[in-house]
């Protein structure tokens, strides 16, 4: 069943309705989440955060109370930086979206601030958080899309491994995270490991599912009796690995282009599938795109075909 879900009020009587009939909870993802006034479900179970905790992570108030508790992040400034190489990031940067390189017109917004850019590897940690009870779920990679003027926008997420001692460092972090913040369910967090330095930076606390969430899925019967040590994903011969398809020019998904999504759809290896009469814009997701193989060469190989074959389809 297929909603319109700029019609909001509609949206949240249906929702409130089934959840209080079936007595089921509810879990706000992506986009809802840094936007809560987009939906609002104050009288139903939520198996994710309050609306309020997502709004204390996306300000000021955050990056305060990690300085406070010594958790290393960039160096950030609301007023603009004269010299360093330095980004300009909007509060909800969801996915990179908000993030952009200074250029000398360019001007810092309400909603936005600056942070110095901090070179290393980028890692994205899944959390579960229940009744004071934290687990990380999995540990990924993060591989940006090639834009010049935003950099940091996520295309790819593939499963990777750490050491222990890293590891106690990324629980150590969540952890804290999760008491300050009072977090509940699955939380996402981006961190920057300097190896130079050998620490960790955070970037970024993301307090509902991810991109990771299909892996999990694959990976997971139970998040209440498994983590990442117990689990398959620290000693997993495979890396699992998510795609974020853009277009790279406008696609209207007209009856030809729907037949060829319905070929995929029976498959695993494909999620969040365009609808009929869709207007896709250039540079915005068309679907999500998953694969494994116990090489990561091979993995972004198989990833890259598949986009090929979706592209050659639709364009």
Known sequence: MIYNFKEHKRIEKYICKIC???????????????????????NVPNK?????????????????????????????SLKKPLFGNWLIKDM??????????INEKGKRKKNQYYQKLVEGEHISIQFYCDKKVNKILSICDQIFSKRKDQPFIIETIITRSVNLNIYKKLKEICDLLATKFNLNGINSLDVIL??????????????????????????????????FLSSNFYHDKFFYGTKILYSKKKIIINKKKIDFIKSLSPSNSFSEL????????????????????????????????ISYKIYKNLN
């Open 20 to 42: 209080i009939e079936k007595k089921i909870e509810i879990l706000i993802g992506s986009d809802f989440a840094e936007n809560p006034e987009k939906l609002n479900f104050p």
């Open 92 to 101: 909800r940067s969801y996915g990179g979206i908000g993030v952009r390189r």
């Open 194 to 227: 300097d190896k130079k330095l050998n620490r960790l930076i955070v970037i970024e606390l993301n307090a509902r599912p991810g991109l990771s969430t299909n892996i999990l899925l694959k990976k997971y019967k139970n998040l209440y009796d498994r983590d």
């Open 274 to 305: 365009p609808i009929y009469n869709e207007t896709i814009s250039t540079n915005q997701p068309i679907c999500l795109i998953h694969s494994k193989s116990k090489k990561k060469e091979i993995l972004r190989e198989n990833l890259k075909k």
């Open 48 to 76: 994710g955060n309050k609306t309020s905790i997502h709004k204390k992570i996306n300000s000021l108030y955050f990056f305060r109370s990690l300085k406070e508790n010594k958790i290393p992040i960039p160096s950030w």
